[in-house]
Each structure stands twice: as C-alpha cells, then as structure tokens.
Nanobody
Framework: QVQVVESGGGLVQPGESLRLSCVASGISFSRYAMGWYRQAPGKQRELVATISSTGGTNYASSVKGRFTISRDNAKNTVSLQMNSLKPEDTAVYYC?????????WGQGTQVTVSI
C-alpha cells in the first residue's frame, strides 16, 4: 500500500521560514521523481518544486531563490525548505511521487503566512 504523508505546515509571519517534509512508503522511492505543489483558495493547484530521481531540481519562478527542495533516499523523504515567506505563499502544500504512469499524492499540509 502506497502512502505519501506531508508534515511541517503551520502559521508564520512574513519573512519567516518553514520546512516541509514528506515521507513516501510502499514505493521504490529512489526511482521516483518527487515534487511539491500548492493550491491556494479559489486557485488551481500549481507546481512549486520538483526533484528527479537523479537529483535534478526545478522551481516555479515565484519561489526560486527562496525555496529549496531536497531528498534523502535512505529515509524515503523529500523536504522543502521555505525561506523569506510571503503572504502569497499561503496555500495547502501537496507532496507528489511520480514515475511514468504511477502518480501518488499526499493529503496536504496547510501553510499560512500572515501578520
């Protein structure tokens, strides 16, 4: 049974940092591309960052230079370090595991950036 579980969301003030983590079980983790997506109220889900099975990374232009995605294959974990958070980063953040036609999503974790 495949499970994708996010953690680390919360309420922070603008300019602060958060670190999201995602543990994926039931898959050959090292073979999967992993990603973080987010969905704000009334908006479509959008890509935040991805990391390939070989470690290549890709970021949305809105987060480049502020967010860093990393993976630890020994722990089946992908992380998203978010610095200099802005109110527009407020959203539910979802973890995604992707290998060809095999795509799995977590339930999401809320990130709120507000004074």
């Amino acid at each position: 049974q495949v499970q994708v579980v996010e953690s680390g969301g919360g309420l922070v003030q603008p300019g602060e940092s958060l670190r999201l983590s995602c543990v994926a079980s039931g898959i050959s983790f090292s073979r999967y591309a992993m990603g973080w997506y987010r969905q704000a109220p009334g908006k479509q889900r959008e890509l935040v960052a991805t990391i390939s099975s070989t470690g290549g990374t890709n970021y949305a232009s809105s987060v480049k230079g502020r967010f860093t995605i990393s993976r630890d294959n020994a722990k089946n974990t992908v992380s998203l370090q978010m610095n200099s958070l802005k109110p527009e980063d407020t959203a539910v953040y979802y973890c995604n595991a992707n290998q060809w036609l095999n795509v799995y999503w977590g339930q999401g974790t809320q990130v709120t950036v507000s004074i």
